[in-house]
């Protein structure tokens, strides 16, 4: 089946500019987490979501970054003004339970976004 | 806080050659761990993962890792690596509770598989 998928897949922003990235998750999934992949580096955790609550923001790493699920399965990951130092790939995952077991769900992840600020 | 420690940062092997890559892990409770890999111009996908019971665990494409609880480390091997293991390999870990949680990923290690 399809799996996850992100649009656009690669972005360049001026300095200063909004953008808004998108996530499909595979269908029927509960869980969805976004990342942010710094070049070098391994994924580092932004937010989850479980349904349409956002559940954990505690990675965002500023009141710039913004997420949203509104209705439980597609999610847009917003930067206002963004920053030199956003640039990376930004990898949305998603797996598919919430409790009980959940901690045992394997995390599918998209091909991300590659996001280049000039 | 959890983090993950990942000792090579690249790694070049001849073909043939056996590979051992290192993970370990910092974290108090109980963990699941995970390595996945991400071949060159493609997605992350799960190669392997341990939950309990059995601490060497096999994978795909002939991968296996073995968890060792008193080491808190979960490294990679393959007996033999061919030139299509060439890709870039991350180690993660996450609690295990009662509900869903993020991976910690280690920094990842570049693999070379040259003829």
């Known amino acids: 089946g399809a799996g ?13 500019q909004d953008v808004a990235l998108r996530c499909d998750p595979i269908s029927g999934h509960v869980s969805l987490f976004w990342y942010q992949q710094a070049l070098g580096q391994g994924p580092e955790f932004l937010t989850y979501f479980q349904n349409e609550a956002q559940l954990d923001k505690s990675g965002l790493p500023s009141d710039r970054f913004f997420a949203e699920r509104p209705e439980g399965s597609v999610s847009t990951l917003k930067i206002q003004r963004t920053q030199q130092e ?11 339970r919430t409790s009980g077991r959940a901690s ?12 280049t600020v000039l | ?13 001849s073909e043939a050659a056996s590979l051992e890559l290192g993970c370990n892990y910092s974290y108090g409770g109980t963990v699941n761990l995970f390595w996945y890999v991400q071949y060159p111009g493609q997605h992350l996908q799960l190669l392997l993962k341990y939950f309990s019971g059995d ?22 091997r393959k007996p033999s690596v061919q030139w299509s293991d060439t890709a870039e390999y991350f180690c993660a870990v996450k609690s295990r509770n009662s509900g869903n949680t993020p991976l910690v990923f280690g920094k990842g290690t570049r693999l070379s598989v040259i003829a």
């Open chain 2, 1 to 13: 806080a959890q983090s993950v420690s990942q000792h090579n940062h690249h790694v070049i092997l």
């Open chain 1, 4 to 16: 996850v998928s992100q649009s656009p897949r690669y972005k360049v922003a001026k300095r200063g």
């Open chain 2, 55 to 76: 601490p060497l665990v096999k994978g795909i494409k002939g991968f296996e890792a073995e968890f060792i609880k008193s080491k808190f480390s979960f490294n990679l």
């Open chain 1, 86 to 96: 956003d640039s990376a790939v930004y990898l949305c995952a998603s797996s598919p």
């Open chain 1, 104 to 115: 045992t769900d394997t995390q599918y992840f998209g091909p991300g976004t590659r996001l």
